[in-house]
């Protein structure tokens, strides 16, 4: 019995086998439709790019790409298929007169199967009056990619031609970072999966801001594709994602093209970073190029004596080095003025060098540098933008603007943790509350610390103050939350983290365990130690507990900073009157105790508390 459902595995093969023919024909007439997205880039607010997109006669079941290269690898016409859009992408993308890069989608089997790929891709760009280095080869994973070093030696001519290379749909596939790690491309387009709802994902959220870490700390720029929303556009612009495609900016159309106004309703839609990055300490110094003259370079450091390091780029991207004090003990041994003079610099240039992209963050700068190892204070190493040379930057300089930035954030903490105070804390939740994050604002108190600052002195509460302050730290994220010591026993995070109920309570059994450090063995056995209450009272004590008071961002009334403030003040008297820890949560006009729940944040099974009178409206 035959299965007919429409989306049955065998109507499915059924339609493969009949498509064979009118494939051939389409092929052969010339009607494979090309269409165009464009690419933004959200610093400058403009196009960057294109990619092309292939598509079958609209009233053809052969019209998805995914039937229409289904179909031609059954019949054995992926190959051919492939330089055919190619060859029609070229045309009508020079055709259109836009500027900006075009992004072709080729299959890996193409390459594998095509012995002169890469001369053949060069051909057809040439035929078509279309630049090398305006082509980005867009490299699609719709097969297992076995053979790296095969792959790589044909991109590697693609490269010196001046071709750029993408890798499409990172992290839909198992093979996505290997080969990330394998060919090294220029950009990476994140998998529109994770970009759907990034808004109000956080796991999505911390898993593109990883991805860009990569990206950045090797030169390698991310796209994320399938932006669909303002909200979604936002969130990606504030994470620093390097371009942006999706129907937000334009869908595909037959001409390369994009709705300005969309473009134009960037600059009220999104805000760019203000974070102190690599492109601050950029300083632009002339580079030379590879084929000059080991003689020429020697006489342009005599020229400028304060110059240490002279860039060698080649179209545009930094291929390496050529320091001064290396030079000239090279020039300085016996024949060598005569061996080397006349070679080009690329003979003794440092290949490879250190490259740090202008958007990568201070601290991330400094890592790498210090990586690479003993570095002097006035070495220098090569700044980038979008790949291409934009200036150098100096050691001394990263480390000048790294302390004044320490400093500036050090008026602003708490001088006994360094944490950020009371009004670092109120930005970071009106800015949150002003591009609608949601988040959720946890407090942290200690119980009994009073009585404990009395009997074991001051020195020894800064001691537990400084423990708690530890376990904050080490088990929230510092790229997704924000920690303030809003003065003596009292913490403020602002959680965006997917799992912030799982950090509370593994902060709160941390500190559980390891409280009994700071007492003797006999206040630790009895759970308890003797103290003088206020009025003057002998009264017993038990060993010190931390109660943690939360707020939803969506509770109504959470308007502001001063808001949230005010609501949190009422859940944390609801919190403090629970014996031992408590995790105490107001989402909405529900109350609840969370305390030993670790069920990803679910509040049904939670345990639900009565407000207050003061909480009533």
């Known amino acids: 019995m035959s299965d007919s459902r429409p989306d049955s595995p065998t109507l499915r093969l059924r339609r493969l086998d009949a498509s064979t023919y009118e494939l051939t024909e389409l092929m052969r007439d010339g009607r494979i439709a090309t269409l165009f997205q464009p690419i933004i880039d959200p610093r400058s607010r403009g196009i960057c790019g294109f990619e092309s997109l292939a598509r079958g006669p609209s009233d053809s079941w052969l019209h998805s790409p995914q039937n229409l290269f289904e179909a031609a690898r059954r019949a054995g016409v992926k190959v051919e298929l492939d330089f055919v859009c190619m060859q029609n992408a070229f045309r009508r993308f020079v055709a259109a007169r836009v500027a900006g890069q075009l992004f072709i989608n080729v299959s890996p089997d193409s390459i ?144 390369p093209m994009v709705v300005l106004q969309q473009v134009e309703s960037l600059d009220r839609t999104i805000g760019v970073t203000s974070a102190l990055c690599a492109d601050h300490i950029a300083v632009h110094v002339p580079p030379v190029s590879p084929e000059m003259r080991v003689v020429e370079v020697a006489d342009l450091f005599h020229q400028s004596p304060e110059q240490q390091t002279l860039a060698v780029v080649r179209d545009g ?84 603007l790294i302390t004044e930035q320490q400093l500036q954030t050090a008026k602003h903490s708490n001088p006994l943790t360094l944490l950020p105070g009371n009004g ?97 063995p006999e206040q630790s056995a009895a759970g308890k130690f003797t103290a003088t209450d206020r009025d003057g009272n002998v009264q017993e004590f038990p060993l010190l507990t931390v109660s943690v008071a939360a707020l939803d961002s969506a509770t109504v009334g959470a308007t502001s900073a001063d808001a949230i403030a005010n609501l949190l003040a009422h859940v944390k008297k609801v919190a403090k009157q629970r014996k031992g820890n408590s995790f105490v949560l107001r989402s909405g006009e529900r109350v609840v105790d969370l305390m030993g729940q670790t069920s990803g944040g679910q509040l049904t099974h939670d345990t639900d508390l009565l407000l207050p009178e003061q909480m009533v409206g």
């Open 317 to 400: 991207r930094p291929v390496g080095v050529v320091r001064r004090n290396d030079l000239f003990a090279l020039l300085a041994r016996p024949l060598h003025p005569e061996i080397y003079n006349k070679k080009p610099v690329s003979a003794v240039m440092e290949s490879p060098t250190l490259l740090i992209d202008g958007q990568l963050r201070l601290e991330q700068v400094s890592r790498l540098v210090t990586q690479k190892g003993k570095m002097r204070l006035t070495e220098e190493f090569v700044i980038t933008r979008d790949g291409l040379y934009h200036g150098l930057g100096q050691t001394i300089d990263l480390l000048r």
């Open 424 to 520: 670092a804390v109120r930005n970071c939740v009106d800015r949150l509350i002003e591009a609608e994050r949601r988040f959720v604002v946890a407090y942290f108190d200690l119980d009994s610390f009073k009585p404990y600052n009395d009997v074991f002195g001051y020195a020894q509460g800064d001691q537990v103050i400084l423990h708690l302050s530890g376990l904050l730290k080490s088990h929230f994220s510092a790229r997704l939350d924000f920690i303030g010591h809003i003065g003596g026993d009292d913490f403020v995070v602002v959680m965006r983290c997917a799992d912030w109920r799982e950090r509370v309570n593994r902060v709160l059994e941390q500190f559980s365990a390891t409280v009994n450090g700071f007492y003797s």
């Open 112 to 255: 594998y199967e095509t012995p002169d790929f890469a001369a053949r891709f060069l051909r057809h760009a040439h035929e078509a009056g279309l630049a090398p280095n305006r082509c980005v080869m867009e490299l699609t994973e719709e097969s297992l990619l076995d053979d790296y070093a095969r792959l790589r030696s044909a991109l590697q001519g693609l490269r010196e031609a001046g071709c750029s290379i993408a890798i499409d749909d990172l992290g839909a596939g198992s093979s996505g970072l290997r080969t990330w790690s394998e060919l090294k491309p220029d950009f990476v387009k994140i998998d529109r999966y994770f970009v759907s709802g990034i808004d109000a994902d956080k796991t999505k959220l911390e898993f593109v801001r990883s991805i860009l870490d990569v990206g950045r700390a090797i030169g390698c720029r991310v796209i994320a594709e399938g932006v669909e929303t303002e909200r979604e556009c936002r969130e990606l612009v504030d994470l620093g994602v390097d371009r942006l495609q999706g129907n937000l900016f334009g869908r595909p159309n037959a001409a």
